[in-house]
């Protein structure tokens, strides 16, 4: 009964993504609202300049719908909507800075970086004074090899600082994963499984609706973003995911799957950080451009195989990872 409700709010939401891409793109279009591409990415990623942009809009409208409609109103799945909902208005104001005001940085750094911070201080907090969350973490697989759940208690100071951490570091990851048509948005696809299957062992009805609700916007989405995109879902799309994906982690006490299920959100984020710090030390570049999906693509990959085998990495992960639940 519970997977079926589940898989009813999965199709709400697809097609009401579906029909808000058909009227939200035409009026991207009709505004100009189109994404600027860097010179110095792939020379093929030029013709993309113009495209619409802003499309987190299609499957952040179709999760609120989808959460109305099955009146998932209980206070973790609120909290969680409210704040992967700020996350995007985040993104809105750095996409309409960039693209519509034509501020090429859109929001400071320090501007965005603070913003993110209030925000996963927001649900910290309300998970912790208000939903009883605890202070620990869950320790992956240790139900299957030791007969039991055991946690890892990090107090309060620890907790906040790492939760906060993981938030901040996520959206931002999540955003670098958002370079290839249809890449964040498949690979957010089978993250989200993955929190689907917890919500359903910890019958957390509300959150279940959640991540069924979120993937089905996703399954709208890449109707229009799969290759070659018609929209991107831009800062608006990709910061929501994130505060989405480590928000969901959050409240049900798998911070530490976060480094299996978003294994490829660490990888691509690890790949800026080691170009970075290799080519200030030596002048030298790891990799032929970061983040990591962009090496491949000059190494010959075509977008739509370096989202196959991301998502086939995801997917295995996913799968082990259901394991350690």
Not at 243 to 270: K, N
């Amino acid at each position: 009964m519970v997977i079926t409700k589940g898989v009813t709010a999965l199709l709400v939401s697809f097609f009401v993504a579906l029909g808000g891409g058909r009227v939200l793109i035409p009026w991207l279009l009709k505004l100009k609202i189109g994404q600027t591409v860097r010179t110095e990415g792939p020379k093929r990623h030029l013709k993309k300049s113009g495209t619409p942009t802003m499309g987190g809009i299609i499957f952040l409208l179709s999760l609120v719908v989808t959460v109305l409609v099955f009146q998932a109103f209980d206070a973790k799945t609120l909290l969680l909507l409210i704040t992967t909902l700020l996350f995007g208005l985040l993104g809105f104001l750095d996409d309409y800075l960039k693209v519509v005001l034509r501020r090429p940085l859109g929001l400071r750094a320090r501007e965005k970086l603070l913003g993110q911070v209030i925000f996963s201080l927001v649900l910290t907090f309300g998970a912790v004074a208000f939903l009883g969350r605890g202070t620990d973490w869950y320790i992956p697989f240790s139900r299957l090899l030791l007969g039991e759940p055991r946690y890892l208690e990090l107090g309060n100071v620890f907790f906040f600082a790492a939760t906060i951490f993981i938030m901040v570091g996520f959206a931002n990851a999540v955003n670098l994963t958002d370079g290839v048509d249809g890449l964040c948005s498949s690979v957010t696809l089978i993250v989200m499984s993955f929190f689907a299957m917890t919500s359903l062992a910890l019958k957390e009805k509300g959150l279940l609706i959640f991540a069924f609700a979120l993937m089905g916007g996703l399954v709208g989405f890449l109707v229009y973003n799969r290759h070659p995109a018609k929209v991107f879902m831009g800062d608006t799309g990709s910061l929501a995911l994130g505060a989405a994906v480590a928000g969901f982690a959050v409240l049900t006490q798998t911070e530490l799957f976060l480094l299996l299920v978003g294994l490829i959100y660490v990888v691509e984020t690890l790949s800026v950080i080691i170009q970075v710090i290799v080519y200030q030390l030596t002048g030298k570049r790891v990799f032929k451009m970061s983040p990591l999906h962009h090496h491949f693509e000059l190494s010959g990959w075509s977008e739509n195989k370096i989202v196959l085998v991301f998502s086939l990495v995801t997917l295995i992960m996913v799968l082990i990872s259901g394991y350690g639940l």
